[in-house]
Nanobody, 127 residues
Framework: EVQLVESGGGSVQAGGSLRLSCKAS????????MGWYRQAPGSECELVST???????NYAEAVKGRFTISEDNRKNTVYLQMNSLKPEDTGMYYC?????????????????????WGQGTQVTVSS
């Protein structure tokens, strides 16, 4: 019943911008945490950004200062604004969600903790 649908991917030249969207159904962001992951060709899936239900955010070192995660609770949508894109940002971007996550050690879920995943949206950055 829970569905995550990504959109907004595409092809862009280096230095350009894209805004990805993740629309959730059967799920409210007030009850859970959201994350963006990406997978480049031949590489493992890696964290891009996380936003907890408390509003605390985290970013991979490679995207700090260039990407921003945000939410619109009224629309049940999470966004990833990507600026100053580089060819190494190329990959499939996935939205993920988890409800009821708790840890004594970190506010951020690990990849394996996410219960729900979208099918991804492709981002291609040319040099």
């Amino acid at each position: 019943e829970v569905q995550l649908v990504e959109s907004g991917g595409g092809s862009v030249q280096a230095g350009g911008s894209l805004r990805l969207s993740c629309k959730a159904s059967g799920f409210t962001f007030d009850d859970g945490d959201m994350g963006w992951y990406r997978q480049a060709p031949g590489s493992e899936c890696e964290l891009v950004s996380t936003r907890t239900r408390e509003g605390v955010t985290n970013y991979a070192e490679a995207v700090k200062g260039r990407f921003t995660i945000s939410e619109d609770n009224r629309k049940n949508t999470v966004y990833l604004q990507m600026n100053s894109l580089k060819p190494e940002d190329t990959g499939m971007y996935y939205c993920a969600a988890v409800e009821g996550f708790y840890s004594d050690f970190t506010p951020f879920p690990e990849q394996s903790e996410y219960n729900y995943w979208g099918q991804g949206t492709q981002v291609t950055v040319s040099s």
